[in-house]
């Protein structure tokens, strides 16, 4: 097939797979150093190579270079310790806005720098002294990129995909850009964005493959032809044949389920940033806020952030949560800005983060395991992703180690868990029941985490339903809720406890760590930690949002942080939303466990939605909110996700929001 | 006459590596140099003795002044053990390492001894250097026929 016309220079491609013949040569690549003899030799060995360099000694100027001429650059190089801006804000920048390959230098070569170079999505790390050899392959990174995109936009027919957000794409770019969000995705923005950029460009290929948008029920659908088949043997093939989505091609799913299986290993592996992040996240330990009505608004962005719910529901949802809180109307608001950048960036982003979640089939199969400690009627109440989920959490106590505090938490709690699905979109529930269970230890908020999961549905725009159905879970909540609020209280007052147990696995560490309000999770954040510890019970959504968020997410106050990172993994818009749902709203403790729970469960797997729904059902108090939350997450990443978010966030249910880092976008992106 | 000269440089710039005032990469810097840019490697010298002077004299003024920002010292010696790490200034790099470890330390006077070292080997190497592009450069300007500014 065909690219198209290459514009311009000889040396750039645009879409996929067409490359120059002369390619490299003409790779157009800026480099940055403040180092002007470092700066001067980058530049002679980059044109020796043929190349076609600009060189500039300032972060802000490159920026500026990038803005100008959108397209003009194929990759940049830059340092990492430079005087006006950090190297890896910078890299965040350009992923985010430009989504161009980033090569980050530097003379310092400890592991963590390097780690932190590849966390926040560097394509390459170079230590200096840079020579000539290393810099002649840079072109292999414009390469990948490409190809990698090329291949998610792989889409015969318009089918079930959303044709509509490919167009929107550029625009949603630019959206993207302007939001907060913009951190945490980057790495699976960056892909997204530059596949969409190309596609945009390249309008002449003869294949333009419009990009697969992974609506939240397109990605329940998917969550639940996974865990039918098993995560063992979930192959693209037979994902594809029961999810029976006309348009749908089998490279689609493959793709979809790698990055899902990355965010579940995430989730599950990503222990070290709950701590510090859930913290942040939580921030908001205002037990008095528990109200779920705090939740509601914040799941009710995270929904609307999750792209499903539109801005009206939102705004509905919000106010009914608001009749709690008044709060949380002002943060519903900002969510819903969210919103966009996470429908579309939740598949995005969701999926990088899933990368990182090596446990995705440990998840997985703890969902199934997990014994149903929700009633039957709770599960009822969620819909069929939560059920998936539900069972899953179930499925997590008794199978997982890890998983089992978790579980037993969960399924304690299972009716919040209930509400949480109800409230979420499901997946927020999974994300619940992570924090809840983390939360809650005895909570066992099972339930909640299922609910998120499945409730998917229910978050949309019926966030408060789970709530109401939630009765059962009420009670539950209310018995939990004092615990729920311990632990809320300890996730959310440490905020940081919120985000550990996001960060676990959910998004953003730095969403925990906005979440300011340092919810006090401290007991959450033991418990994360300890959730962790599994990784596999990771749901992905933690960790992805650990490690991702924990850049980003300086933009979630707080709570918010946290269901921003769950948004992250979706698609960083929910998070945005559930993260500043959370974060207002958060003050409860409870809250801020469900909503990060939630959040962090939604995130990984089901649209961010349900996360801060979910998030809140668990809470009782919050169940509103939580099971908003928990909806607006829960989409992107699915039960599965949720629910090791949950599992992960047990220890805090409030915190679960920031749990929800599901993909580990942390909500910092969200545009602060 | 050329390949006096070219000797010449072969000699000095073997006893430059040999002593471990340069490293490999200066002789990466070399094999930049091209026609169309013959004074690079002079170039980039040029341009790190500006980036040295900037730095010793900032490190200069942090250490005479008050209490001393340990944080700040090693920020500013990363940066110049960097700069010199680019052309191959090896021994100026290990003198800045040592200052950087005195830093870590908290050791004032240490740093402050190590700094006189790293001022006293970039002296040495700048001698050095200017004697060898007397020589290269001169090779460089007889073979082809470019006048040097």
Excluded at chain 1, 339 to 355: A, D
Excluded at chain 2, 43 to 59: G, P
Excluded at chain 2, 86 to 105: D, H, L, P, W
């Amino acid at each position: 097939m065909n690219i198209g016309t290459v514009p311009s220079s000889t040396g750039s491609w645009k879409s996929g797979d067409v490359v120059s013949d002369q390619f490299p040569v003409g790779l157009r690549v800026l480099v940055v150093d403040d180092d002007p003899t470092c700066l001067r030799i980058l530049e002679k060995m980059l044109r020796n190579c043929h190349y076609e360099v600009t060189k500039c000694n300032r972060a802000e100027i490159a920026l500026s270079l990038l803005r100008e001429n959108k397209n003009g650059f194929d990759i940049v190089i830059s340092d990492v310790h430079m005087p006006d801006m950090d190297g890896f804000k910078l890299l965040e920048h350009i992923g985010l806005e430009m989504d161009l390959p980033v090569i980050m230098m530097s003379a310092d070569d400890s592991k963590d720098v390097v780690m932190k170079g590849v966390t926040h999505g560097a394509y390459d790390y170079l230590i200096k002294p840079v020579r000539i050899e290393a810099l002649k392959n840079i072109w292999q990174h414009v390469v990948r990129k490409k190809k990698h995109e090329w291949k998610d936009n792989n889409f015969d027919q318009s089918g079930s995909v959303e044709e509509g957000d490919r167009q929107q794409k550029p625009s949603e770019d630019a959206d993207y850009s302007s939001s907060a969000n913009e951190g945490n995705w980057k790495n699976s923005k960056k892909r997204k964005e530059e596949e969409e950029d190309a596609e945009d460009r390249d309008d002449q290929s003869t294949l333009k493959k419009p990009r697969v948008v992974w609506s939240v029920e397109l990605h329940q659908q998917f969550v639940q032809a996974v865990h039918q088949l098993g995560i063992d043997k979930a192959v693209p093939k037979k994902i594809l044949e029961l999810m029976n989505v006309s348009g749908l091609t089998r490279e689609n799913v493959a793709s979809h389920l790698q990055k899902y299986r990355l965010y579940l290993r995430r989730l599950s592996g990503v222990s070290q940033h709950q701590n510090g992040l859930n913290n942040s996240f939580m921030g908001r330990p205002d037990p008095t806020f528990g109200t779920i009505s705090s939740l509601n608004g914040l799941d009710l962005q995270a929904i609307a952030a999750a792209g499903q719910i539109p801005a009206q529901s939102l705004a509905t949802l919000q106010a009914a949560a608001l009749g709690r809180s008044a709060t949380k109307s002002a943060i519903a608001m900002p969510l819903v800005d969210q919103r966009n950048l996470f429908s579309f960036e939740n598949s995005k982003l969701i999926f990088p983060e899933g990368q990182q979640l090596n446990n995705s089939n440990k998840q997985i199969d703890l969902l199934h395991g997990i014994p149903t400690t929700m009633e039957p009627k709770q599960l009822a109440n969620l819909h069929q992703p939560s059920q998936t989920f539900v069972g899953m959490n179930m499925q997590v106590n008794s199978t997982t180690q890890h998983n089992n505090s978790l579980l037993r938490r969960m399924s304690q709690s299972q009716p919040r868990a209930q509400m949480l699905n109800g409230a979420n979109n499901g997946s927020q529930v999974s994300r619940l029941p992570l924090s809840m269970q983390q939360s809650l230890s005895s909570e066992g908020i099972p339930g909640a985490v299922l609910a998120q999961s499945g409730i998917v549905d229910n978050a949309r725009g019926s966030v408060y339903n789970p709530v109401s159905q939630g009765s059962s879970m009420v009670d539950f909540s209310v018995n939990q809720s004092k615990e729920l609020q311990s632990y809320n209280f300890s996730l959310g007052s440490n905020s940081s406890g919120m985000s550990s147990l996001t960060n676990r696995g959910m998004l953003q560490q730095e969403v925990n760590s906005d979440i300011k309000g340092s919810r006090g999770f401290p007991s959450n954040y033991d418990i994360f930690n300890e959730l962790h510890q599994p990784k596999s019970q990771n749901w992905g959504l933690q960790n992805v949002g650990s490690t991702y968020d924990a850049s980003h997410h300086p933009s979630i106050q707080g709570t918010q942080g946290v269901s921003s990172q769950l948004l992250l993994q979706r698609g960083i818009s929910s998070t945005h939303n559930s993260g500043q749902n959370r974060n207002a709203p958060i003050g409860k403790p409870m809250y801020s466990n469900g909503e990060e729970t939630g959040h962090s469960n939604p995130m990984g797997g089901q649209q961010l939605n349900s996360v801060g729904g979910n998030m809140l059902a668990v809470k009782a108090e919050r169940f509103p909110d939580a099971d908003y939350q928990n909806t607006i997450f829960p989409e992107q990443f699915g039960q599965d996700d949720l629910m090791s978010a949950f599992l992960k966030q047990q220890g805090s249910v409030g915190p679960v929001e920031t749990e929800f880092g599901f993909d580990g976008y942390t909500l910092d992106n969200l545009p602060v | 006459m050329e390949n006096q000269k070219q000797h010449q440089a072969a000699y000095m710039r073997r006893s430059l590596l040999d002593q471990g005032y340069l490293d490999e990469q200066f002789i990466h810097l070399e094999e930049l140099q091209d026609d169309a840019n013959p004074n690079f490697v002079e170039e980039v010298v040029k341009l790190f003795y500006t980036d040295s002077a900037r730095f010793i004299r900032n490190i200069e003024l942090a250490l005479e002044n008050g209490p001393c920002d340990f944080a700040r010292l090693d920020n500013l010696m990363y940066q110049f053990k960097g700069s010199s790490s680019s052309i191959g200034a090896t021994r100026v790099k290990r003198q800045c390492s040592q200052f950087q470890e005195y830093c870590n330390a908290k050791n004032i006077e240490g740093c402050k001894n190590t700094f006189q070292g790293v001022k006293q080997e970039y002296a040495t190497l700048k001698t050095k250097l200017e004697a060898y592009f007397q020589v290269s450069l001169s090779l460089i300007r007889y073979i082809g026929n470019y006048s040097k500014d």
